[in-house]
């Protein structure tokens, strides 16, 4: 192989590795949060949370699906957060620790409930 082979092969490779950094970069700054309101009928806070979530959503730019807690499987341990609950990639978007057992309550926020704006920069901090 010529020196001249050799170095147009190197440029190649090198391109190929930036090219490929270019495109995870890419991948990850379309990357986006699955956001999933948790929550079933009878809660008192769930209507308001729900709109709040709405309002916040539409803010930030992101969606969110909706899970009816008493649709999801027995031992769906999803059911053991409270409703209303909000879940970011799996992550409860205010700290509470993931669930031991399956049982469905409602949820009671210390302070009282989070208002849109509280949404708001809760679901910015956890933006990729």
Known sequence: MSHLTRVISGLLA???VTGCASKQHAMETNKTNLIEFLAFDGCP?????????TTAIEETGDSFSEIDLATLDDN????G???PTILVDGHDLFKMPK???PTM???IYPGGLPDTDTLIAKLSEMKP
């Open 99 to 101: 669930p031991n057992s």
């Open 76 to 79: 769906d341990l999803r059911r």
């Open 81 to 83: 957060y409270g409703s």
């Open 105 to 107: 309550s409602c949820r």
């Open 14 to 16: 090198a391109l190929a």
């Open 45 to 53: 806070n769930t209507p308001a949370m729900r709109e709040s979530l």
